[in-house]
């Protein structure tokens, strides 16, 4: 879903049939961009932020796989690329990344869809863009990363 040619951001995106070992277009998104988070919620694909060419972009979209449509989500709170993406307890958690002045994020927000709401949720300890989260035993554990400098090399866990 989205990303660069080397020349320009991308809107489109392609699925992938595991027993025809095939790639195929979908719906292209509303929006172009690269360097963006994605998660799966409830059936529906999510896709938040990243980077349009000139901004970091705060806006999210959601792909119906039923419909083959994006419809964007409200916007949130901030502009940010480079950010992990994870659902929760029912609600897509985007944490961290960088903002438009390539300022690593420690902030983190969570769209809530049965109120269609972003709110913010606790700051991590480090800022960081680029890295891994997963949830494990109902915790969500981000790890590594860049903080603009340097690779981090600390674990932290939210529950």
Known sequence: M???????RLGSAEKYKFERNQWTMIAPMTSQRS????AVLNGKIYITGGFN????????ETYNVDTNEWTLIPAMQ???AGASCIAYHNCLYVIGGC?????????SEKFDPTTNHWSRVVDMYNPRSNFAVEVLDDKIFVAGGFNGVT???QVECYN
């Open 53 to 60: 060419g000139r901004e970091c972009m705060d806006t999210a």
């Open 35 to 38: 360097d963006a988070g994605a």
């Open 151 to 153: 690779s981090i090399p």
């Open 99 to 107: 903002d438009e002045w390539v300022e690593r994020l420690n902030s």
């Open 78 to 80: 901030t502009g940010r």
């Open 2 to 8: 989205g990303g660069v040619d080397g020349h320009q």
